[in-house]
């Protein structure tokens, strides 16, 4: 009896490993807009403040390893930047956005709204209290060589 739940057991290891190896293995078509069923679209990017040390205007990362998809550009405010998208959603299903390493560990958390053509982010410090943008830099967190920068994400209908 002991023999046979050894052989089961190793027959359905192999079978969870051949399934892993399946899903790990599939691949689909990339499309420059990713398109799910029914005309739901993904959107997003990595909004990254500037390197400047005393901080600046925020921008889109673009480079060989980090692509946006479907993002224009960011305005900088003194209380948010906005995230401007290249085509307007009808209904926004869901989103987030979220910080790196180096500004988690800053203590900053980012308050997401999201709108139809854009996004708006709020910065907060570990007291609640809202942090000016534009004094972020992406040296934040004092590492060097670290850059900090948000991930944002959305589906949505068009």
């Known amino acids: 009896m ?5 052989i089961l057991s190793a027959i359905a290891g192999i ?7 399946y899903a790990t293995f599939y691949t689909y078509t990339y ?8 005309g739901v679209f993904e959107y997003g990017c990595i909004p990254r403040p500037s390197a400047n040390v005393n901080g600046g205007d925020w921008f889109i990362l673009n480079n060989d390893t980090h ?11 003194s209380d948010k930047i906005q995230v401007h998208l290249d085509n307007c959603f009808d209904q926004v299903i869901t989103g987030y956005v ?8 800053e203590g900053i958390t980012p308050g997401l709204m999201m ?3 854009e996004w708006t982010i709020w910065f907060y ?8 943008p534009s004094t972020l830099s992406s040296g934040s967190g004092g590492t060097p060589g670290i850059s900090s920068n948000l991930w944002v994400w959305v589906r949505g209908a068009d």
């Open 2 to 6: 002991k023999t046979l739940r050894i």
């Open 15 to 21: 079978l969870v490993t051949a399934g892993v190896a």
């Open 31 to 38: 499309y420059s807009t990713v398109q799910a069923d029914n």
């Open 67 to 77: 692509e946006p998809e479907s993002c224009t550009s960011i305005t900088t405010y």
């Open 98 to 105: 979220t910080v790196d390493e180096a500004f988690a560990r």
């Open 115 to 117: 709108g139809l053509c």
């Open 125 to 132: 410090d570990r007291e609640g209290n809202l942090i000016n």
